[in-house]
């Protein structure tokens, strides 16, 4: 493990601490990457979530400001001998509040939302087979009330939600009953073959909103992406500055007090290990030369002497 981190004496300071510094980066880094990748993931499950969830509020909101605002004035229109109003169902205005919104921005246009429903009075809500498995889902567990998931298609990885339509009140069958019982106008708007047959309480569709998830997740991996390039380069710096300082304060001065003390083995009188006035580590160690190369002297000088006749 000494060896492994570069503390065992076996190479030179600058590449033990060089080894160090790179297995402590390398270690923080990968563990860096493991929780942020999942620290960011839930935060893109989170968004997509949020969003899905706004979206099918909305959808909701209009469905009952229209049932409660707009139905009221405009639903005994449909009782005379004009055309269909159909302004007046909550499901068409939903739907065409969705079209406009779809229509505002191209980043909208992967979004959707369906009234997704096994017999429709309006054909474009046909379920598909996708969609007939979650109304199933809901006609057979009549109390759940949400069901979300994820849905690969061709055009991309999507979240929905969907929640079950119920014919919640005897209003409803007025019109999805059967037919002699629908304003003369629908059928002539819509026919009366379709979305007949209703039953009080009966799960007929679901309402599904879908968001596409791959856009957020490339999201989510930009971040990941830009945050550890940050963590490198911050590492970098570090290790930058890290050999700059043990340099300046370790390498050079050990260096020159090396060169001094060679040569004070030889001439100890023409040698000065400036250093001694520092205060740090390498002015002991600069002191206790100075006081080797003092007592070098005084041995040589004493040798001299005693050589002499
Ligand atoms: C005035 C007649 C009328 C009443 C009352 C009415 N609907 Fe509808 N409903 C329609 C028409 C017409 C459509 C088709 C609208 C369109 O073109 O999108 C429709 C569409 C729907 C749809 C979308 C699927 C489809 O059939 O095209 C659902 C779901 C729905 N209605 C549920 C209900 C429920 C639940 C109630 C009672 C709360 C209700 N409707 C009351 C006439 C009515």
Known sequence: MRSLLGGDGSRPLRQQLSLTLAL??????????LLLDQLFG???KDLINQRSGFFMDTMLAVREYTSKEVNPVV?????????????????YSATTVFEYLRGAKPDYKQY??????????????KADTFEAGVVESFRS???QKVITGERSTPLGSFHYVARPIRVSGESCLACHSTPDRAPRSQLLAYGDTNGFGWKLDEIVGAQIVSVP??????????????TVLLLALVFVVVALVTNSVLNRLILRPMRLISQKAEEASVTPTSVSFTEKSRMDEIGHLAKSFERMKQSLAISMQMLKDRQKP
């Open 24 to 33: 402590v980066f390398s270690g923080s880094i990968l563990v860096a990457i």
């Open 42 to 44: 839930w935060q893109a």
């Open 141 to 143: 567990s009549p109390t």
């Open 213 to 226: 998830q791959d856009t957020v997740f490339q999201a989510k991996r930009q971040s990941l992406m830009a």
């Open 75 to 91: 639903a005994p229109l449909n009782q005379g001998p004009g055309a269909f109003r159909p302004e007046a169902v909550p499901s």
């Open 112 to 125: 959707s939302y369906r009234e997704a429903t096994l017999n429709p009075t309006n054909l474009k809500d």
